[in-house]
């Protein structure tokens, strides 16, 4: 039975010289240990793969959640796992002191030992580089090295229980099972705080040592900025627990008792831009960093109670340059309500998978799950089906990899979502705006369920349609096509008469329009892919009103490219009119694509209008 367990909690990271120095310094201490790391369900293949062979060590056990448990549960199952008289906490960054250095202590297993003889919980401390190993983490380093100059032993054992950490704590088995770390901790930030307020509590003994260990997982100043941002939500979230241990929930509370909280938060909405700016830079001020945590808390808005549960896919292919932006901005929205975010690869091949995994790694919460999956067959179709597989949820919304989400879309569809929930709504349609151009206007819409609108206006498109789930899969999904796929969903949608209801209250979203779009591709790159399926559409029509809209569709097309100067195209769609409507071919069709050879435009309105009129 060893003496002592070192616990190693772990996730998407490479522990291998960590556990290697650990067994070495065992060896040469003569002291017997078990080592457990704990995987909280890593995303990367390599760190898994690393961290499990380990396993071929004596006395080393990797074990691995099913799902992420989160920073406090994931530490309490390692206890639970141990078998040793004390354990060991160490985070997975840490680094083993290899030498002496100048006024630090060697870290040392059987000095924890020692101190245990007196102390139920022994705290050893860490510290940092002398010079920043990571230029672009230059917000993290200074703020770390401004704070080891209050992390020697006898500063900290001035307040020994306000002082405690968990990357390298030494305590009693027994003693940590009473207790346990708080399970509402699941995100990064305060499960050690809450930690030593239970300590207290309980007059556990506790002291402080010169033992410590070097932190070397810095993050570039992005991701540290987002991590803090993740730590003061976790703060909201434990209101009443911290019992003033948190400065920024007392600078907070002070605002509030001179009635100054209000102009704070407004002046922060003014200048965050130019705050994060500053963090984001080579040089960030520590001042400003202060000010931006602040304001930050104090804009926090309670998550809205009672939101109903619901999936977002988006499928990528090669979007490095626009998924940081979109899936910001879904990180981002307020409001949010238990949301199942699931990212699917369509075969990509340059840095768009990484850019997801980073993002996962930065943003899985609680009631926030991200999947990243991949679809081999070829298509935006493929990719949204193989979502539509993993969805579980009542309602599934799918977005594109190129725009950039409403941060107020949560706020007005909570309600919405929740009546479509109560009355088993098919289908809620929304508004939405699209940029051309830099240049932002209303997409156009008719508030209706006439099938005939949808062919001539498309307006379901793939971001203006909220399914219920079992609906969406009994009409079959997305069909194979490689263009205009989610007009002929929404079509065949409204083909199956869904209990629908249109959302108009404002337009959300920014669809943007560029020359790497599905939307912005000009008719003539497309025309054969655009011709199959308006034949495929062709086939579920049967009322000869639609039919009339269609053959209208098709006369706009074949505007279009003559504008673009593509006579055979032209041609092309000319042949497929004669073959498809023979009844339905009329003057007024031969003047809407002379209409849009010249480059008018509204030929939609006029088509939508001649369906009523001409019988």
């Not at 989400?405 to 919405?416: A, G, I």
Request: charged share 25%; aromatic share 10%.
């Amino acid at each position: 039975m060893p003496i002592l367990s070192i616990l190693i909690p772990t996730y998407n990271y490479n522990v291998c010289s960590l556990v290697h120095d650990l067994i070495a310094l065992s060896q040469k201490e003569q002291i017997e240990v078990e080592i457990i790391i704990g995987d909280d369900a890593s995303t990367k293949a390599d760190c898994i793969q690393q961290n499990d062979a380990l396993e071929q060590l004596p006395n080393v056990r990797v074990l691995h959640n099913e799902h992420n448990l989160g920073r406090a549960e994931n530490r309490n199952q390692l206890a639970r796992e141990s078998r040793g008289e004390w354990i060991l906490f160490i985070d997975s960054d840490a680094q083993v002191t290899p030498e002496p250095l100048a006024r630090r202590s060697q870290f040392s297993l059987l000095l924890y030992l020692t101190a245990g003889e007196h102390s139920e919980v022994v705290c050893g401390g860490l510290y940092h580089p002398t010079t920043n190993p990571m230029p672009e983490a230059s917000l993290r380093y200074k703020y770390e090295r401004r704070a080891d100059q209050k992390r020697s032993a006898t500063f900290r054992s001035k307040t020994p229980y306000q002082h405690l950490t968990t990357f390298n704590i030494f305590m009693r088995r027994s003693t940590f099972l009473k207790i346990q770390f708080d399970k509402d901790c699941k995100e990064y930030g305060y499960e050690d705080a809450l930690f030593g307020v239970e300590l207290k509590k309980r007059h556990v003994s506790i002291s402080h040592i010169d033992n410590p260990l070097v932190h070397v997982g810095l993050e570039p100043n992005d991701i540290y900025l987002k991590k803090t941002e993740i730590a003061l939500h976790t703060l909201v979230s434990l209101q009443g627990k911290m019992q003033g241990l948190s400065h920024v929930e007392n600078a907070a509370h002070r605002l509030q008792q001179f009635h100054l909280a209000a102009i704070f938060k407004d002046s922060f909405r003014l200048f965050s831009p130019l705050l994060r700016k500053n963090l984001l830079g080579n040089n960030p001020s520590l001042f400003i960093f202060s000010l931006y945590k602040l304001g930050y808390y104090l804009n926090i808005e309670p998550t809205a109670l009672g939101g109903e549960p619901i999936t977002i896919v988006v499928p990528f292919h090669n979007r490095e340059s626009f998924l940081p932006l979109t899936l910001q901005s879904i990180a981002d929205t307020n409001n949010r309500p238990p949301l199942h975010l699931i990212l699917v690869d369509n075969q990509s091949t340059d840095k768009s998978v990484e850019i997801c995994e980073r993002f996962a790694e930065l943003n899985r919460e609680d009631d926030f799950k991200i999947t990243i999956t991949s679809e081999s067959t070829p298509g935006a179709y493929a990719a949204r089906n193989k979502g539509l597989a993993l969805c579980t949820t009542p309602y599934i919304y799918f977005f594109d990899s190129d725009d950039e989400f409403d941060s107020d879309f949560f706020t007005y569809l909570n309600p919405e979502l929740k009546k479509a929930e109560n009355e088993q709504l098919d289908l809620l349609a929304i508004t939405t705006r699209q940029n051309v151009g830099g240049k932002t206007m209303l997409r156009q819409y008719r508030e209706t369920s006439d099938v005939k609108a949808q062919i001539l206006i498309s307006h379901l498109n793939t971001v203006s349609m909220i399914f219920r789930t079992d609906f969406l899969r009994e009409i079959g999904g997305w069909a194979a096509l490689r263009v205009w796929d989610d007009w002929e969903l929404g079509l065949r949608a409204l083909l199956h008469h869904p209990r629908m209801q249109w959302f108009t209250k404002r337009p959300f979203h920014q669809i943007h329009v560029h020359p790497d779009s599905i939307t912005g591709a000009d008719a003539s790159s497309r025309f054969e892919r655009q011709l199959h399926v308006l034949r495929h559409v062709h086939q579920e029509l049967s009322a000869p009103a639609d039919l009339q809209a269609l053959y209208y569709r098709h006369c706009i097309l074949a505007g279009q490219l003559l504008q673009e100067k593509n006579k055979s195209a032209a041609q092309q769609c000319e042949q497929q009119i004669n073959q498809l409507f023979p009844q339905e071919k009329n003057l007024f069709g031969r003047l809407i694509k002379q209409y849009v050879s010249r480059g008018f435009r509204g030929a939609w309105k006029l088509a939508f209008y001649a369906t009523k009129i001409l019988k």
